[in-house]
């Protein structure tokens, strides 16, 4: 059997399909260098290896093994933009904030598809991604979306798609309409975990695996890290844990929530499948967003169930087939060969996290839900900003993201309260 993520449930079809996975070194005895990265997910590995190719003498340290977290067993999906439509952050902070959003998403995803290409990473990329709208009176928001982002943003590869053409596309007639994005995809994301690591090595990072730390301090001028077999000491330190972070440093804690999403894997449904025969991913229009497409061997990648809590469900098989069945009741039996899942770092009003959250340590991550290409541009904008140029991480530092309210004790049940009452309005 192949390895298995300890911190995140269910082995992921990316593990059984990503090719070799090197291990690394544990670290053992206390280090000096110029920045410490904690966390080796997308945020970490990237700012990793921009850093190392500046020529800054760097050591990354994560808990477990890189792409554990999140970073290696997402939906894979690229996305356009924000979180957040554009016009929706342009009616919040105005046209020019909105464009440079809007602007600086592309980049990410300009960056992402160029680092893979450039340092000859395979990562099973795919183009094409479809919004679709479960509730017909969403169709029309997705109308006027797909012209905003020509007439407006600059971006002509959204096109709507009415419902005829949308079942088409989908194989399914269970939604109303939607959008056909052809300037972005989706991609293996345990590939590219992989590959950024290996690049990052390659350009002097000292990478550690199963180096969890244990505490961060900061004090003339100095960052202390410290693991259980060493300190190290940096100028520079960024916290890279997003969702799996625990109570390692309170603000990102109280800032950045973890919320369960689950993807199954179904058999390869071979070569006459009507499912999505163009090879787009899809997203749709419900608050639990149900997210999927296929992967390069023709399987069913479907992700969906949510859990507001940090538990384990013992039941995502069944709960995924349910959900594909509401979408393409044909699969009602297919099997399932790989369930998993991982945790969302979400913020109150869904937008990333940047902060300064001691003196020369920042923490990053609260992507919720749309960090595959931000996070990844994010650890280069980490590098830019450990270079002297601050100016673009602050564009995102300057967006105000409140803390949970409820304390740490109090605020997961009362975000579960919030998002089921969400969860059950998608159902009305
Ligand atoms: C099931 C699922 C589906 C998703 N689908 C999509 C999608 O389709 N598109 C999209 O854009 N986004 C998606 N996301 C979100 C995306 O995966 C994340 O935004 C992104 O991977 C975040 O990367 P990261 O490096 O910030 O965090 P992670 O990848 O979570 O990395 C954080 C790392 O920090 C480590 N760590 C924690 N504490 C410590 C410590 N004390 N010491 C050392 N290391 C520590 C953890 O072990 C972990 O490896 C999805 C997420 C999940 C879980």
Redesign the pocket.
Known sequence: MTYQSP??PGRSWYEDTAGPRPEYPALDGDRTCDVVI???????LSAAAHLAKSGADVVL????R??????????????TGQRAWAEELEAEYGFSCAKALFDLAEEAKAHLLDFAAVHQIEIDYMPGQMSVAHKKRYVDDYKAHAEIMASRFGYPHISFMDAAETAERLGSTHYFGGTRDTGTGHIH?LKLVIGTAKVAAQAGAKLFEQ????GITSGGGKVRVTTPKGTIIAGKCLI???????T?EPVSASHIMPIG???GATVPLGANSKVLPGGEAVDDSRFVVR?FRKSKDGRLLF?GREIYAVNDPKDIHIHIRRQIAEIYPALKDIEITHGW?????ITVPRKPFVREVMPNVIS??G?S???????NFFGKLYAETVAGNRDRLKLIEDLKIPPFPGGRRFRAPLLFLALNWYALRDRI
């Not at 839900?369 to 996070?375: E, R, T, Y």
């Open positions: 911190i995140s904690v966390g080796g997910g997308f945020t970490g340290i994560e808990t477990h890189f792409g554990d977290g999140a970073s290696g067993r997402n939906g894979g999906q690229l996305g994301p180096t969890p730390s244990t890279g844990v997003n969702a799996y972070g625990g390692l999403s689950f993807i997210y992700g899942g991982g945790y969302v770092g990053v991550g992507y839900g749309h960090g595959v290409m931000l996070s």
